[in-house]
């Protein structure tokens, strides 16, 4: 089980963490929900109406892991417009999906960060230095969410475009600066990975 997921019976994942693989995730996640923003004050009171009707930003955010995690809809990065008028048009239409849909994204990836940090908060120590986290199937879901936008956070500080990048980062030299953020980027793959293979029938 160290380093990787594993299944539970009747559903759900197990982990064992270390200390510092704890602090790592921990860290990354609470990085991450500074990032996305805060949500609603804990004191304002629920209103679904207003909450349906309520409408997000219709430009994409000016931090690039931003515009990551939140890309436009209508872009094709294979694709070029054809004319000014397409590509006045895929902005036009980027703009208000991202309008009505961006708030709940947020929310949703804020939700993720936040059963991330709560999970390893509630993990009772397993003796030198570490303890396994598990998980149920909503909350490997969750998990899934959150280790997928860490990595495209980190993804996306590092440059990485295309599954050449990642090929170079395993030849990058141990004083490279970004060394420490490409080692957090593959182990993060990893569990991601094997995450991914407990929630399969």
């Not at 709940?104 to 009772?124: C, M, P, S, T």
Request: glycine letters at 8%; proline letters at 11%.
């Amino acid at each position: 089980m160290p380093g990787h997921f594993e299944p539970l019976p009747g559903g759900g994942a197990a982990v064992a963490l270390d200390d510092v693989e704890i602090s790592i995730i921990r860290s990354l996640a609470v990085q991450l929900l500074e990032l996305i923003g805060p949500g609603p004050a804990p004191d304002t009171p629920a209103d679904p109406l207003a909450e349906l009707f309520a409408e997000g930003p219709s430009e994409p955010p000016a931090d690039p892991v931003l515009r990551r995690l939140f890309p436009d809809a209508y872009s094709d990065p294979g694709r070029a417009p054809d004319s000014p008028e397409e590509a006045e048009e895929r902005q036009a239409h980027s703009a208000e999906f991202r309008r009505y849909t961006e708030n709940d994204l947020r929310a949703g990836k804020r939700e993720n960060a936040l059963a991330v940090i709560r999970a390893l908060d509630a993990l009772a120590p397993a003796g030198e230095g570490g303890a396994v986290l598990k998980l149920s199937p909503a909350e490997s879901r969750r998990w899934l969410g959150a280790l997928n936008d860490l990595r495209l956070a980190i993804g996306s500080r590092l440059e990485i475009t295309d599954e050449d990048d990642t090929d170079l980062l395993y030849r990058l030299p141990d004083e490279d600066p970004r060394k420490p953020m490409v080692m957090a980027y593959l182990w993060l793959g990893g569990l991601q990975e094997t995450l991914v293979s407990t929630l399969l029938p």
